[in-house]
């Protein structure tokens, strides 16, 4: 399989703080790629330095056979990665078909998105726009909400819309930072299935998450993140049994049951 995002010797220095300590990994194309890791571990750094948000104090990272580290963070967006953030960002006051909108206008800076709107969009762009989003909308189970105001969704649904604006730069790879957050068991099994349909039909995702149940069900492949450190890469499976990830975050809870002897 080939790669579609390579870090190597990724490392984040914030003053005294070691954020992101010489990290590698090599996330294959068409695949779920989870970044787990307790509290402050540098996950969020990590997606901040893959998109251009942060420097690299030092290393490299490869997005598609290319070096992107270095680049401003829209090139990185147009060169094909989407991401959410880990603070919900939506525009209450707007419609969702609005809110999708935006992540088509690369340039509009969030809170100028309404002027840009008003003002500067054409016509015929603003309906290439529109049915573009609305293309999305179905995609994510939510055209038929696309006239709602946003703040009258609920969480769950507010989530999900902004992997919708994600998509509206054709990513191949979109970068997740905790969409499970805050989601009750209904809303996070809607987002599974959100997650696992748009990746069947093309998406590779890099997932950050702390719920385990949505990492666990749907990764191809875990790094673990501690004090910026990597210290357990695999498949769920490995990285539930390994040891060193049990004591710094997981704990017990999804160690594979070892068969007794003479059970069946
Ligand atoms: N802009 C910044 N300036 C200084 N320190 C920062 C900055 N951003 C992050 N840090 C620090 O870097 C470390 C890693 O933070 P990061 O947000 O990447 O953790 P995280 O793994 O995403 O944690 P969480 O699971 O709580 O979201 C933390 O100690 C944090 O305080
Ligand atoms: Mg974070």
Same mark, same amino acid.
């Given at each position: 399989?080939?790669? =579609?995002?390579?870090?190597? /010797? ?7 703080? #070691?954020?992101?300590? &010489? ?10 790629? !989870?970044?787990? *890791?307790?509290?402050?571990? %540098? ?8 998109? +251009? ?5 030092? *290393? !490299? ?8 580290? +270095?680049?401003?963070? $829209?090139? =990185? ?10 603070? =919900?960002?939506?525009?209450?006051? @707007? ?5 999708? @909108?935006? *992540? ?10 309404? %002027? ?26 939510? $055209? ?10 609920? $969480? ?7 992997? +919708? ?36 039909? *093309? ?10 149940? #949505?990492?666990? /069900? =749907?990764? &191809? ?20 049994? /390994? ?10 809870? $999804? ?5 007794? !002897? +003479?059970?069946?």
């Amino acid at each position: 399989m080939s790669s =579609i995002l390579k870090a190597s /010797n990724v490392t984040k220095k914030f003053k005294g703080l #070691v954020a992101v300590d &010489d990290l590698d990994f090599d996330m294959k194309d068409n695949t779920i790629h !989870s970044l787990i *890791g307790p509290n402050g571990a %540098g996950k969020t750094t990590t997606v901040n330095l893959i998109t +251009g948000v942060h420097d690299l104090t030092s *290393g !490299s990272v490869e997005f598609d056979g290319k070096i992107i580290s +270095g680049l401003p963070t $829209y090139k =990185i967006a147009r060169s094909g990665i989407g991401r959410t953030f880990q603070n =919900i960002k939506i525009f209450s006051s @707007m419609t969702v078909l609005e809110n999708i @909108m935006v *992540g088509g206008h690369e340039q509009a800076k969030l809170g100028l998105v309404r %002027g840009v709107f008003d003002f500067k969009a054409s016509k015929a762009e603003e309906k290439k726009l529109r049915e573009k989003a609305e293309e999305i909308l179905n995609k994510i189970g939510m $055209y038929e909400l696309k006239d709602k105001l946003m703040k009258n969704l609920p $969480y769950g649904r507010q989530k999900i819309s902004e992997i +919708g604006r994600a998509m509206m730069n054709d990513p191949i790879l979109i970068l997740l930072d905790e969409p499970a957050a805050g989601l009750n068991p209904s809303e996070r099994a809607e987002l599974i299935q959100v997650i696992t349909k748009t990746h069947r039909e *093309g998406f590779s995702y890099f997932l950050i998450e702390h719920n385990m149940d #949505v990492v666990m /069900n =749907i990764s &191809d492949y875990i790094t673990v993140l501690n004090f910026g450190r990597k210290i357990a890469e695999g498949t769920p499976k490995e990285v539930q049994n /390994n040891e060193e990830v049990i004591k710094a975050y997981l704990g017990n809870k $999804y160690v594979t049951k070892k068969k007794v !002897s +003479g059970e069946v």
